[in-house]
């Protein structure tokens, strides 16, 4: 049982580079999070799916977006990286407890 | 502002010692309390959690104590162990609404000596 699988691990970005952070669950979870972590700061939501084609913010979205194509995906894009988006990610999907990926270490430069 | 503020942003107890993380929350409708454990390099792991009709709940080493009228609660660690060293989060959210979300207190890291 993989549960919630996050690629890639690490990464470095340039500033004004775009990527994509993926992440697939296989729990058949209907709610899905994105969240980034910084010392000190707890966990932010980024974005948030209750189900597949339905997506909305949390409470730092900006920099960010989100797409909910099927129950098991939740993929977050960055466009234009900046040095503020450098944190960890971390994917969650949730029925009751909300089990997380092993997370992505993101660095802009 | 942030629903949920914990404390302290950490601490250092010796082996056999009593941890104790306190987090204080602001919404009323909040009726689900988890903790998480994380280790460098994870993610965040439920570790206990408990809901407002209960005043303490108990798993091996591990309680939550929780005082509705005061919106705060608090985890105990009994007889810290070094493998207890971690990050630990509060949270709480609502279990009845239509995103389901978790607000997160800052967190706080724990260090045990042996």
């Known amino acids: 049982n993989a549960g919630v699988t996050q690629t890639p691990k690490f990464r470095i970005l340039k500033i004004g580079q775009s990527m994509t952070l993926q992440c697939t669950q296989d729990?058949?979870?209907?709610?899905m999070y994105w969240y980034r972590q910084d010392p000190g700061m707890g966990l932010k939501l980024i974005y948030y799916?209750?189900?597949?084609?339905?997506?909305d913010k949390g409470e730092v979205p900006n920099g960010y977006n989100v797409s909910r194509s099927t129950t098991e995906d939740f993929p977050l894009r960055l466009e234009l990286a900046a040095p503020s988006q450098t944190s960890v990610y971390f994917c969650?999907?949730?029925?009751?407890?909300?089990?997380f990926g092993q997370g992505t270490r993101l660095t802009v430069v | 502002q942030q629903q949920v503020k914990q404390s302290p942003q950490s601490l250092i107890v010796q082996k056999g010692g009593i941890s104790i993380i306190n987090c204080a929350y602001e919404n009323t409708a909040f009726d689900y309390f988890p903790w998480y454990q994380q280790f460098p390099g994870k993610g965040p792991a439920l570790l206990i959690a408990?809901?407002?009709?209960?005043s303490e709940k108990k798993e091996g080493r591990f309680t939550i104590s929780f005082n509705k009228s005061a919106k705060q609660f608090s985890l105990h660690i009994m007889d810290s162990q070094p493998g207890d060293s971690a990050t630990y989060f509060c949270a709480a959210s609502k279990v009845w609404s239509n995103d389901y979300k978790l607000s997160f207190g800052a967190g706080t890291t724990v260090t045990v000596r042996a």
């Open positions: 969650a999907s949730r029925h009751t407890e909300a089990f």
């Open positions: 799916s209750v189900g597949a084609g339905i997506t």
């Open positions: 729990m058949n979870h209907n709610y």
């Open positions: 408990i809901r407002p009709d209960v």
